[in-house]
């Protein structure tokens, strides 16, 4: 069945460790999203990428980078984490249609310690 | 920035209509999305409006005013499977989506 992945499915991390975090979709979306989801918050946007080979600062970059080397892979790296990225992370990709729905990975839930 | 309010919590019983309320003020408006989300899943997609007025699918619809701000979801015939959280998002002016924070909705037997 075509879609998201995302791996790990959760995670603890200890503070100042490097950490990626793995999107992968077969459905040759061009655009594709990273999100954090807080209690309260609901999803905020970290960083996107409109099209292989081009990214962009969502509304919570800072502590994250992403690139983006071919259409199916959309990696979300934390170089060095901190306690308040504790979160869980959706990665989603849209599919270009009118109205450019968004769709969803399982998420990863990560515990910064 | 944007905001978008939509209310925390809602109970209703199965069988019985509940609408969720979404205001929203943001930079431009280029559509209006409705999400269920379910405890420990992903987001799924419910319904998309971009003109006012109201748009059904099965038991559930959407209704959208753009003058106002302001979109409902209705969910009718409620069953114990709706129990969810249901997220108000809108993609704004430079095409990105902004969500609220989200409505829980608990449907009792």
């Known amino acids: 069945i075509a879609g998201i992945t995302q791996a790990p499915t959760s995670q603890i991390l200890a503070a100042g460790r490097r950490m990626t975090l793995r999107c992968t979709q077969d459905?040759?979306?061009?655009?594709m999203y990273w999100y954090r989801q807080d209690l309260g918050l609901g999803l905020r946007l970290i960083h996107y990428s409109n099209t292989a080979g081009t990214t962009g600062k969502g509304e919570v970059p800072d502590g994250y980078s992403v690139s983006r080397a071919n259409t199916d892979d959309f990696p979300l790296t934390l170089a060095s984490a901190v306690p308040s990225q504790t979160s869980v992370y959706f990665c989603?990709?849209?599919?270009?249609?009118?109205?450019?729905?968004?769709?969803f990975g399982p998420g990863t839930r990560l515990t910064v310690l | 920035g944007q905001n978008i309010d939509q209310p925390t919590e809602m109970t209703a019983t199965e069988g019985a209509i509940v609408q969720i309320n979404c205001t929203y003020q943001t930079s431009g408006f280029n559509g209006l999305f409705w999400y269920q989300q379910h405890a420990g899943e992903a987001p799924t997609f419910l319904s998309y409006n971009v003109l006012d007025g109201l748009e059904e699918k099965g038991r559930f619809s959407s209704f959208l005013s753009r003058s106002k701000g302001y979109s409902y979801l209705l969910l009718k015939e409620l069953q114990m499977k709706d129990s969810a959280s249901y997220l108000c998002?809108?993609?704004?002016?430079?095409?990105?989506?902004?969500f609220g924070a989200g409505t829980t909705v608990t449907v009792r037997a």
């Open positions: 989603a990709s849209s599919d270009g249609s009118d109205t450019d729905t968004q769709y």
């Open positions: 459905m040759r979306h061009n655009a």
């Open positions: 998002a809108v993609r704004d002016g430079d095409y990105k989506l902004s």
